[in-house]
């Protein structure tokens, strides 16, 4: 299967700052690419949808201006998770897709500590 | 409303055995999508198998099957003669629409315990 990547795998931030969590396919061209939110011992949860070039759609109850996602490329989608606060301590997963192949590739995750 | 729903937190099983995952789904489109994950403690999200909502035969993949039964709405994953290294959570899920570029929705999960 296709090849997604995220970076960092993980991040310790003090409460207040920003963090980027990046998230690249490596081998194919997303043209979508989702954000998922996973608490400990709990199911993925559904952030936001991206697609090349255009705004990123988010889920109700998901706060736009906290969490930015920029998709500037095929192969890259950004979230940044600003002003961090303890609460948003968590892993978060993406996944890219594209037209032509039927299941979502999934990054390997980033655990979020917010101090 | 939940559009998956997992039934079972936790189930444990012995080591060879054939163990069976419920899922039942909800959705009004007649294009869908049915996924199942295996989400190991590192975190990464597994593919293990699709199926397709007019696909005529329940998929297989190795030693997993989906037991497609389109009329309860019911996609259970079989996995025959399970394996100590099966052990982790596992993630119905299903994509509404026709794109395989459209948002997938999980339900809760089931963590699977295989016991030697």
């Known amino acids: 299967g296709a090849v997604v990547s995220q970076h960092p795998s993980w991040v310790i931030c003090k409460s207040g700052t920003s963090v980027k969590i990046e998230c690249r396919s490596l081998d194919f061209q997303a043209t979508t690419m989702f954000w998922y939110r996973q608490f400990p011992k709990q199911s993925l949860m559904l952030m936001a949808t991206s697609n090349e070039g255009s705004k990123a759609t988010y889920e109700q109850g998901v706060e736009k201006d906290k969490f930015l996602i920029n998709h500037a490329s095929l192969t890259l989608s950004t979230l940044t998770v600003t002003s961090a606060h303890p609460e948003d301590s968590s892993f978060y997963i993406c996944?890219?897709?594209?037209?032509?192949?039927?299941?979502?590739?999934f990054g390997p995750g980033t655990r979020l500590t917010v101090l | 409303a939940q559009k998956i729903t997992q039934t079972q937190p936790g189930m444990f099983v012995q080591e060879k055995e054939a163990v069976t995952l419920d899922c039942t789904y909800d959705?009004?489109?007649?294009?869908?999508?049915l996924f199942w994950y295996k989400q190991p403690s590192s975190g990464e999200m597994i593919f293990l198998i699709y199926q397709g909502s007019y696909d005529q035969q329940n998929a297989t993949e190795g030693r997993y099957s989906l037991n497609f039964q389109k009329a309860r709405k019911s996609a259970n994953l079989v996995i025959s003669a399970s394996q100590l290294g099966d052990s982790a959570m596992y993630f119905c899920?299903?994509?509404?629409?026709?794109?395989?570029?459209?948002?997938?929705?999980f339900g809760k999960g089931t963590r699977l315990h295989i016991l030697p």
């Open positions: 959705t009004s489109d007649p294009s869908y999508g």
């Open positions: 996944s890219g897709a594209s037209g032509s192949q039927k299941e979502q590739f």
């Open positions: 899920a299903m994509r509404e629409g026709r794109g395989w570029d459209d948002k997938i929705i």
